[in-house]
């Protein structure tokens, strides 16, 4: 069985960034599409991020769109979240998703799911 590991996550303060990370356990998956996804307290959740099988393009929710970049590195076998400008509303337990199929921000659409890190933005 396929597994993501997320990291990065921690507890910083506004205007601060952090960089999240996912690897899965097969090289194979540098095929699959991958995106970010998060998910507040009591909230349902929600797309983040998409970067495709060759790096680009990448896709944004408008609320992330120019603080946070996701990116790719196939020889390393890792997904990157870098998020910038970080506020309150950006907490949550941020999850990586694996799909074969094309972009999307449906959270149905994905086969793979990582267990989650956590992101705190407290002021």
């Known amino acids: 069985q396929v597994q993501l590991v997320e990291s990065g996550g921690g507890l910083v303060q506004p205007g601060d960034s952090l960089r999240l990370s996912c690897a899965p356990s097969?090289?194979?998956?540098?095929?699959?599409?991958f995106s970010w996804f998060r998910q507040a307290p009591g909230k349902e959740r929600e797309f983040v991020a998409t970067?495709?099988?060759?790096?680009?393009?990448?896709y944004y929710a408008n609320s992330v769109r120019g603080r946070f970049t996701i990116s790719r590195n196939n020889a390393k076998n890792t997904v990157y979240l870098q998020m910038n400008s970080l506020k309150p509303e950006d907490t949550g337990t941020y999850y990586c998703?694996?799909?074969?199929?094309?972009?999307?921000?449906?959270?149905?659409?994905?086969?793979?799911w990582g267990q989650g890190t956590q992101v705190i933005v407290f002021s």
């Open positions: 998703a694996s799909s074969l199929s094309g972009p999307t921000p449906v959270a149905s659409r994905y086969d793979y």
């Open positions: 097969e090289s194979t998956f540098s095929t699959n599409l």
């Open positions: 970067v495709t099988w060759r790096g680009s393009p990448t």
